[in-house]
């Protein structure tokens, strides 16, 4: 059977690679931050419910990852 279109092409940009490395970074900071909150609760105080704060956040950043968050 034949293909009867091109590949699609997808070309990896230094911003691209810039903007990877960012949100890697961002989510190993989160995971340490958990990791640290369940190994000694006390250091951290009781929980406030401040991890809806980070919903709209978290949110934004993948609508701007897919495109539609900021012109381009």
Do not use: F
């Not at 890697?24 to 640290?36: L, P, T, V």
Request: proline share 7%; hydrophobic share 30%; glycine share 8%.
């Amino acid at each position: 059977m034949a293909l009867r279109r091109p590949p699609t092409r997808v070309e990896l940009k230094a911003d691209d690679i810039e903007e990877y490395n960012e949100i890697m970074r961002e989510r190993e900071m989160i995971a340490e931050d958990a990791a640290s909150a369940s190994a000694d609760p006390k250091l951290h105080g009781p929980s406030n419910g401040s991890g809806s704060s980070n919903y709209g956040k978290k949110q934004q950043s993948t609508a701007e990852r897919i495109g539609i968050g900021r012109p381009r």
